[in-house]
C-alpha cells in the first residue's frame, strides 16, 4: 500500500523487519527484492506520490513536484546546478531514459584501488542481464532519433569519432519528449512503475511525505524518526516514529549523508559526505537552418564515447544530447537583454550537445546545514578541467560537423564560433571560473563510498555500514569513483546485489 502524508491524521508509529529511507533506484529495487522475501518492509519517501495522471507535461508542475528544490538545488556557490528527483521512484521519474552498464574499466579501478573483488564485470554481469530484462531496456532504430541526438550520430561520424546508440528503459514509447517532467503515458519504466508496485504486492508499505531525520540505535532495534509533510502545502503535519532490526538508507548522494552525519552514525572513517563527484556538466549549442526542436522526440538515444579514458588514466568525457525545455533553456542560455531575446527568438533551431566529465581529481563534500539540509561544495580541478575544455572542443566541433551555422557555449560573456576554426582560440582566452561557465549535475555519486578498509569507506562490499550492523546504504552515494556512464543500471544492479544478500542473510544480522 502507499500512504501519502495528506492521508495522515495523526503520530505514525510503526514496525517492519526493514526499513527504507528513499523510493529511487535503490530504494525500490532493495524494497522489491525484500519483500519478496518475505520481509516486512516499510519506505518512507521525502517527496509526493504521483502518476501519469498527474503529470502535465509542463516544467512548472514537474519541477514544483517531481524535482529537488524545484530544480534549483545547487552548490552553495551557486556554480552548479544539481538536478534531482524528489517524488516516488526518485530520480527515475524524471531521468532520460539513458541505461548504460559501469564500464569494465571502472570496475577494475574498484577492485584494484578499493578491494571490491566482489564487482567485476563477470560477477555484476546477472544483475546487469536482470535489471536490463526487468526494464526493457533497448536500442532504437535510427528513424526514432530525433534531429537532436542526429547532430551527434551524423557529426560524430563524419569527424571519425566513436558513437553508439544508448539503452532506454521504455515500452511503447510514444516519443512525446516527456522523459524529464514525468512520462504521461507509463512508457518510461520508472521505478515507481516497476519496482514499487511490485515491492507493494508482496506486503511493502510505502509513505510519501515522510522527511527522515534521525536515525537511532538502540542495540539490535533501530529507530527512524521524522516529519509527515501534507504535499499540497508542504507544511509539518506530524511526526513518525519506524522501528526496525535493519534499515538501508536510499536517499542519494546528497540526502544520505546528511541523514547520517545529523544521526552521528557510520563515519569513524570520516569519509560520509566526502568523495562526492558530480559527472561535471556543461552544453554547446548549435545554430541550424533547420527546426531541431530539442524538446520534442526521445530526449536521449545517442552517444559519443570517444574521449572516455582515451589516454587511459580513468577519466575523460563523453557527449550526449539534453533536451531543451523552454525554462531551463531561457536559465541557460547564454547573454543578457536583447542578446537573450535573440536566442530564445532562434529557440526551434537551437540543438544542444553536453559534455559530461569522468573525473579524476575533481571532487566536493555534502554536510549538513544549521537547519539540518545539505550543504554542497564542489571543487573543480585542473585534469578535469582539462577534460571539460576538450569536451567543449569536441563538441563544438560535432555541432559544426552536423550542419551548424553557428555554435555558442555556456560562458557568461558569450563565447560564439562561426566557424570551426575559431574553436579552439576563443576556448583559449575565455573565461573558466567555475561562475564564469554554466555547469550542471544529474549524477550525484560517491558521498559514503563503498570499500573493503573501514579507514577509507564507509560501508562493505555488501552496502552494510562498517561501523553499524544492520545499517546498509544502497544508492548512488556507495559508487566509490565517478562511473563514466549515467549512473540508474549501476545504482539499480548494486542494489539487486546487496539486497539479495541481505535476504539471504537477515537472520543473521
Same mark, same amino acid.
Given at each position: 500500500m502507499i500512504v501519502q502524508g495528506r492521508d495522515i491524521t495523526g503520530p505514525v508509529r510503526e514496525s517492519a523487519d526493514v526499513c527504507i529511507v528513499g523510493s529511487g533506484c535503490g530504494g525500490g529495487a532493495s524494497a522489491k527484492i525484500l519483500a519478496e522475501a518475505g520481509k516486512k518492509v516499510i519506505v518512507l519517501e521525502e517527496g509526493g506520490h504521483y502518476t501519469s495522471k498527474d503529470f502535465d507535461s509542463t516544467e512548472q508542475t514537474a519541477y514544483k513536484n517531481l524535482y529537488q528544490q524545484r530544480a534549483g538545488q545547487a552548490t552553495d556557490d551557486l556554480s552548479v546546478t544539481v538536478l534531482q528527483g524528489r517524488c516516488v521512484g526518485g530520480s527515475s521519474t524524471v531521468n532520460w531514459t539513458t541505461s548504460l552498464r559501469t564500464p569494465e574499466f571502472v570496475l577494475e579501478a574498484w577492485k584494484r584501488d578499493h578491494g571490491l573483488v566482489e564487482y567485476s564485470s563477470k560477477e555484476l554481469e546477472p544483475y546487469f542481464e536482470k535489471v536490463e530484462r526487468y526494464l526493457n531496456i533497448h536500442k532504437e532504430p535510427f528513424e526514432n532519433h530525433n534531429p537532436n541526438n542526429r547532430i551527434i550520430l551524423d557529426g560524430a561520424k563524419k569527424l571519425g569519432y566513436r558513437s553508439t546508440v544508448v539503452g532506454r528503459n521504455t515500452d511503447n514509447c510514444v516519443k512525446a519528449g516527456a522523459c524529464g517532467l514525468g512520462c504521461p503515458f507509463d512508457a518510461k519504466k520508472t521505478v515507481a512503475i516497476t519496482y514499487i508496485p511490485d515491492a507493494v504486492r508482496a506486503g511493502a508499505t510505502v509513505f510519501a511525505n515522510f522527511r527522515a531525520n534521525?536515525?537511532?540505535?538502540?542495540?539490535?532495534?533501530? /529507530?527512524?524518526?521524522?516529519?509527515?509533510?501534507?504535499? /499540497?502545502?508542504? $507544511?509539518?503535519?506530524?511526526?513518525?516514529?519506524? =522501528?526496525?532490526?535493519?534499515?538501508?538508507?536510499?536517499?542519494?548522494? %546528497?540526502?544520505?549523508?546528511?541523514?547520517?552525519? $545529523?544521526?552521528?552514525?557510520?563515519?569513524?572513517?570520516?569519509?560520509?559526505?566526502?568523495?562526492?563527484?558530480?559527472?561535471?556538466?556543461?552544453?554547446?549549442?548549435?545554430?541550424?537552418?533547420? %527546426?531541431?526542436?530539442?524538446?520534442?522526440?526521445?530526449?536521449?538515444?545517442?552517444?559519443?564515447?570517444?574521449?572516455?579514458?582515451?589516454?587511459?588514466?580513468?577519466?575523460?568525457?563523453?557527449? =550526449?544530447?539534453?533536451? %531543451?525545455?523552454? !525554462?531551463?533553456?531561457?536559465?541557460?542560455?547564454?547573454?543578457?537583454?536583447?542578446?537573450?531575446? =535573440?536566442?530564445?527568438?532562434? #529557440?526551434?533551431?537551437?540543438?544542444? !550537445?553536453?559534455?559530461?566529465?569522468?573525473?579524476?581529481?575533481?571532487?566536493?563534500?555534502? !554536510?549538513?546545514?544549521?537547519?539540518?539540509?545539505?550543504?554542497?561544495? #564542489?571543487?573543480?580541478?585542473?585534469?578535469?578541467?582539462? #577534460?571539460?575544455? &576538450?569536451?567543449?572542443?569536441?563538441?563544438?566541433?560535432? /555541432?559544426?560537423?552536423?550542419?551548424? &551555422?553557428?555554435?555558442?557555449?555556456?560562458?557568461?560573456?558569450?563565447?560564439?564560433?562561426?566557424?570551426?576554426?575559431?574553436?579552439?582560440?576563443?576556448?583559449?582566452?575565455?573565461?573558466?571560473?567555475?561562475?564564469? %561557465?554554466?555547469? #550542471?549535475?544529474?549524477?550525484?555519486?560517491?558521498?559514503?563510498?563503498?570499500?573493503?578498509?573501514?579507514?577509507?569507506?564507509?560501508?562493505?562490499?555488501?552496502? /552494510?555500514?562498517?561501523?553499524? &550492523?544492520?545499517?546498509?546504504?544502497?544508492?548512488?552515494?556507495?559508487?566509490?569513483?565517478?562511473?563514466?556512464?549515467?549512473?540508474?543500471?549501476?545504482?539499480?544492479?548494486?542494489?539487486?546485489?546487496?539486497?539479495?544478500?541481505?535476504?539471504e542473510h537477515f537472520s543473521q544480522l
Open positions: 534521525n536515525i537511532e540505535v538502540r542495540g539490535r532495534t533501530k /529507530q527512524v524518526s521524522g516529519v509527515v509533510f501534507d504535499q /499540497q502545502t508542504q $507544511k509539518p503535519k506530524t511526526d513518525f516514529l519506524i =522501528e526496525a532490526p535493519v534499515i538501508i538508507v536510499s536517499a542519494s548522494a %546528497i540526502n544520505s549523508p546528511v541523514l547520517l552525519l $545529523k544521526s552521528n552514525l557510520a563515519n569513524s572513517s570520516g569519509q560520509v559526505g566526502r568523495n562526492l563527484t558530480f559527472h561535471l556538466t556543461s552544453a554547446v549549442l548549435g545554430l541550424f537552418d533547420s %527546426i531541431v526542436y530539442g524538446a520534442g522526440g526521445i530526449p536521449q538515444s545517442a552517444m559519443c564515447d570517444e574521449f572516455l579514458n582515451k589516454n587511459g588514466d580513468g577519466g575523460g568525457f563523453w557527449l =550526449e544530447a539534453v533536451p %531543451i525545455y523552454p !525554462t531551463l533553456a531561457g536559465l541557460a542560455l547564454p547573454g543578457f537583454g536583447a542578446f537573450h531575446r =535573440e536566442m530564445m527568438h532562434a #529557440y526551434p533551431h537551437i540543438g544542444a !550537445t553536453i559534455v559530461l566529465v569522468k573525473e579524476i581529481d575533481s571532487s566536493g563534500r555534502v !554536510t549538513a546545514n544549521d537547519e539540518g539540509r545539505a550543504s554542497i561544495s #564542489y571543487s573543480l580541478r585542473s585534469r578535469d578541467l582539462e #577534460y571539460l575544455q &576538450k569536451g567543449i572542443e569536441v563538441a563544438a566541433s560535432v /555541432q559544426f560537423a552536423a550542419g551548424a &551555422k553557428k555554435v555558442m557555449t555556456l560562458h557568461t560573456r558569450p563565447t560564439e564560433f562561426q566557424s570551426p576554426a575559431e574553436v579552439r582560440k576563443k576556448l583559449a582566452s575565455a573565461d573558466w571560473g567555475m561562475n564564469e %561557465i554554466a555547469l #550542471y549535475s544529474a549524477h550525484p555519486l560517491g558521498t559514503c563510498r563503498m570499500g573493503a578498509d573501514p579507514k577509507k569507506s564507509v560501508v562493505d562490499a555488501h552496502c /552494510q555500514s562498517h561501523d553499524v &550492523k544492520g545499517l546498509f546504504v544502497i544508492d548512488g552515494s556507495v559508487t566509490p569513483t565517478s562511473l563514466g556512464v549515467n549512473p540508474q543500471v549501476t545504482i539499480l544492479a548494486i542494489a539487486e546485489k546487496s539486497a539479495q544478500w541481505l535476504a
